[in-house]
């Protein structure tokens, strides 16, 4: 990847955005941030003048229609174990604290269009690695989950929201009293 900025930014190289978030991060004081549908290939790093990026997506020769990715501040590197992804829409990041390890998890769900088995295939993983962390270290789960907020709310008591068909595999997930 390269660093440094075109003059247009929408005929810039992807890669070369970096530059611009890391800037926009720094002035609005962002330590973490979760990334959504980088269309990054493989899975890497670059290193901006103030974060550090990471992403996770499928091989070069693939299409891409999303990946996952965090930009961490560089001060936090020394806190952090490198992000391990499962696929191309969950990446996770430990994170040392002073009350002990976090994990925060970069999720994009797959949309409503995608089959019920890649919907499986996303969930099944999560809810492994989601079953691994609880009670033993805290847990954010962030991203984007692809659902629609609905009028049927008062069904999931401890989660925020209302969401569709789409993503009720997860939410379910999500609701378990254990991670509520």
């Known amino acids: 990847m390269h660093s440094g900025l075109a003059d247009d930014i929408q005929q810039s190289n992807d890669a070369r955005k970096t530059v611009v ?14 990334l959504q549908e980088t269309r990054l290939a493989d899975s890497s790093l670059i290193r901006e003048a103030n974060y550090t990026f990471f992403w996770q997506g499928l091989p070069q020769d693939d299409p891409r229609q999303h990946s996952v990715g965090f930009t961490v501040k560089n001060s936090l590197i020394p806190a952090i174990e490198p992000p391990t992804g499962r696929s191309e829409t969950i990446l996770a990041l430990r ?5 002990g390890f976090t ?3 970069c999720i994009y769900a797959p949309t409503l269009c995608a ?17 691994r962390n609880l009670n033993t270290e805290g ?3 962030l991203g984007d989950f692809n659902a ?11 989660c925020l929201g209302k ?17 509520a």
């Open 139 to 141: 847990l954010y789960l």
């Open 148 to 158: 629609r907020m609905g009028a049927d709310c008062d069904t999931w008591p401890s």
């Open 21 to 34: 978030m890391d800037k926009e991060l720094s002035r609005l004081g962002t330590v973490i941030a979760c």
């Open 95 to 99: 994170l040392s604290t002073s009350t």
């Open 115 to 131: 089959t019920p088995e890649v919907r499986d295939q996303f969930c099944e993983p999560l809810d492994e690695m989601i079953s």
């Open 163 to 179: 969401m569709n068909e789409n993503d009720s595999g997860c939410w379910n997930c999500a609701a378990t009293p254990d991670c």
């Open 103 to 105: 994990n925060v998890f």
